[in-house]
């Protein structure tokens, strides 16, 4: 079985610029989540999915990210504009229903803001 | 304070040591704890859930103790392929009636030859 896609792996880009991480979880899995990871840290949610409803995303800086996950499966998170504190590993995981113990993590995209 | 705290290490120990990590949660209504293992930059990975009467998976044993809100992991005879970080995981409800699932910042483990 497949696990977690995510794409890119890497991204380099200069500030201001727009960046655009997909996912596609587990199949079965109606529970997605994106989270940031900075060196040294553990993964900071930034939005989890049941279905298409966005139920927390009080840790998304919405004045410049944006997610959508329009048909339940598949997602893509956005920043526009990027600054150089974006510079992290972005990371998606995926569960059956909330098992938060049990969530299956995509290898993350790495961004580098310049 | 963090809502959920470890010691960030790094433990370097040799191979066959038993060595134990702890972490510390601040949300004494946290309801279910997990240990995720972190290899170098890779992605994080279910290790085990602790459950309220202790817990063993071979070499590890995990423990809650809800009266002084910790739990901690215990690994014996280490092995060098057991060089990775450890992340604690609290889930809590919120005041919200949400759920939050919590990162701990991770504790890294060296296992020396």
Same mark, same amino acid.
């Given at each position: ?38 060196l040294g ?74 | ?5 470890q010691d960030p290490g790094p433990f370097n120990v040799p191979e066959g040591a038993t060595v134990a990590f702890n972490c510390?949660?601040? /949300?004494? @209504? &946290? *309801?279910?704890?997990?240990w995720y293992r972190q290899d170098c930059r890779k992605e994080p990975k279910?290790l085990m ?7 063993e998976d071979g070499r590890f044993t995990a423990?809650? /103790?809800? @009266? &002084? *809100?910790?739990?901690s992991l215990l690994i014996r005879d280490s092995k060098l392929s057991d060089s990775a970080t450890y992340l604690c ?16 910042s991770g504790t890294r483990l060296q296992v020396q030859p």
């Amino acid at each position: 079985e497949a696990g977690v896609v995510q794409s890119p792996r890497y991204k380099i880009i200069e500030k201001k610029q727009p960046v655009a991480f997909w996912c596609n979880p587990i199949s079965g899995h109606n529970t997605l989540y994106w989270y940031l990871q900075n060196l040294g840290q553990g993964p900071e949610l930034l939005i989890r999915y049941e279905n298409e409803e966005a139920v927390d995303d009080s840790q998304l800086p919405k004045d410049r990210f944006s997610a959508e996950r329009l048909k339940g499966v598949d997602s893509t998170l956005k920043i526009q504009p990027a600054e150089l504190g974006d510079s992290a590993v972005y990371l998606c995981a995926s569960s059956v229903g909330l098992a938060p113990g049990e969530q299956y993590f995509g290898p993350g995209t790495r961004l580098t803001v310049t | 304070r963090k809502e959920v705290e470890q010691d960030p290490g790094p433990f370097n120990v040799p191979e066959g040591a038993t060595v134990a990590f702890n972490c510390t949660y601040s /949300n004494s @209504a &946290s *309801q279910s704890f997990f240990w995720y293992r972190q290899d170098c930059r890779k992605e994080p990975k279910l290790l085990m859930s602790v459950y309220s009467s202790g817990n063993e998976d071979g070499r590890f044993t995990a423990q809650l /103790n809800r @009266a &002084s *809100q910790y739990i901690s992991l215990l690994i014996r005879d280490s092995k060098l392929s057991d060089s990775a970080t450890y992340l604690c995981v609290v889930n809590s409800f919120m005041d919200t009636g949400r759920r939050a699932l919590t990162f701990g910042s991770g504790t890294r483990l060296q296992v020396q030859p």
